[in-house]
């Protein structure tokens, strides 16, 4: 990465998800910066740069995306679907962290070029370790381009 520092957007809604997902990463020490937004849009906006995301220095493009699939204003898919779709941004690495086991869920991301699809475990440890696992494939042992 040429000491670049490394940068996850994380689109979830739900406050204590984010909180745990937050809280694990930064404790890995994998990333430099976590950006957290809340809903579909927010994320479009942000990868971007539109609307108070607009400074591609403040916030800079990710280098990886966790993204759940239930969010408000437009959904996971949507937003894997733009992402995927843009010459731009469709080299960004993009994990489903969803709640869903849903076999339709999982088709449909995959069909929309997911990277990944990770079922959120419900109890606190298992959701931790997912979490720093998760974080060192993508940002540590997996090799990119850029």
Partial sequence: MNGEPLCILLVEDNPDHAELAMRNLNDGKLANKI????????????????GIY???RQ??????????LRLPK???????????????LKAIPVVILTTSAAERDLA?????YA????TKPVD???????????????????KRPW
């Fill in 35 to 50: 950006f957290h937004v809340e809903d579909g849009e927010a994320a479009l906006d942000f990868l971007n740069h539109r």
């Fill in 54 to 56: 607009d400074d591609p």
């Fill in 59 to 68: 916030f800079p493009r990710p280098h990886l995306i966790l993204l759940d």
């Fill in 74 to 88: 437009v959904d996971g898919i949507e937003v894997l679907k733009a992402v995927k779709g843009s010459e731009e």
């Fill in 108 to 112: 449909q991301a995959y069909q929309n």
């Fill in 115 to 118: 990277n990944s699809y990770l």
């Fill in 124 to 142: 606190f440890d298992s959701f931790s370790e997912l979490l720093r696992d998760m974080g060192f494939y993508w940002l540590a042992w997996n």
